[in-house]
């Protein structure tokens, strides 16, 4: 028995918003300031405005990909999935571990399993940044 592939029938969105603070320098007062950056689909886009002189910037998905590629290097597929690996390894221990699993237990339940998926991006993201740092800094 063959099955066929239906063509989805997409009746709705509920984009979430994510992202990641940013450091920018202020062209008009020399002042450098950090900034949340809100991205949507991976896609950066916003404006940005100094604290000290209120200039205006604006972040555009082109000038975040470039901040990307100067500030984290790429990673080749048997990095990414070392990477990932490892941040999965961690989401799924973190909390069995003695006496954070006593601190989330309630009611006989491990508070701390159900924040696994979620919590496997985040520490992808710090595992790459301090991977990066190494290959940058040496």
Known sequence: MTLSRQKADIVGLNPVVIGVYILLYCRDCAHTFESYQPTLACVAFGKHTCPQCRAVYEVWPEDFQAALDRHLP??????MTQLTGEATRIAENWYRVNPLAQLLTYKG?????PTERALVSFIAQGLYAA???RITHG
Not at 74 to 79: A, G, I, M, R, V
Not at 109 to 113: F, P, R, T, W
């Open 74 to 79: 790429p990673l080749s597929l048997e990095e």
């Open 109 to 113: 339940i491990n508070l701390g399993e």
């Open 131 to 133: 991977y990066s740092r």
